[in-house]
């Protein structure tokens, strides 16, 4: 079972700016995971922004994102993880709760936000605004 210690990155960006976020699990093994970021507006549903698989780094953007956030994630080493969300040309719609997720592990995964992810970090706000 993955447990996610620290998301950090959050704040305050003007549009166009750039951010970084990350978040370390540990728990994994050396199997498949999906690493998701997930966000949430206030008055919004949740959606996800972008996941990636840890097996083959294949990744998935949703259609608000694409072009302008990158996810990425380390190897993971002594069954600990981290993960990231670059951030760049953020808008003021980007404004949310930002949380990661992870699901697996997996024999064999194809990524896809619509897998079960049922381990939560903790969420780090982002406030886009001028």
């Known amino acids: 079972q993955v447990h996610f210690v620290e998301s950090s990155g959050g704040g305050l960006a003007q549009p166009g700016g750039s951010l970084r976020l990350s978040c370390t699990g540990t728990?994994?093994?050396?199997?498949?995971?999906?690493l998701a970021w997930f966000r949430q507006a206030p008055g919004k549903k949740h959606e996800a922004v972008a996941c990636?698989?840890?097996?083959?780094?294949?990744?998935?953007?949703?259609d608000s994102v694409k072009g302008r956030f990158t996810i990425s994630a380390d190897k993971v080493k002594y069954a600990k993880n981290t993960m990231y969300l670059q951030l760049n040309n953020l808008k003021p719609e980007d404004t949310a709760t930002y949380y990661c997720?992870?699901?697996?592990?997996?024999?064999?995964?194809?990524?896809?936000?619509?897998?079960?992810?049922?381990?939560w970090g903790p969420g780090t706000q982002i406030t886009v605004s001028s």
């Open positions: 997720a992870a699901s697996g592990p997996y024999s064999y995964l194809e990524i896809s936000p619509a897998l079960r992810y049922d381990m």
């Open positions: 990636i698989s840890t097996g083959d780094e294949t990744t998935w953007y949703s």
């Open positions: 728990g994994f093994t050396l199997d498949p995971y999906a």
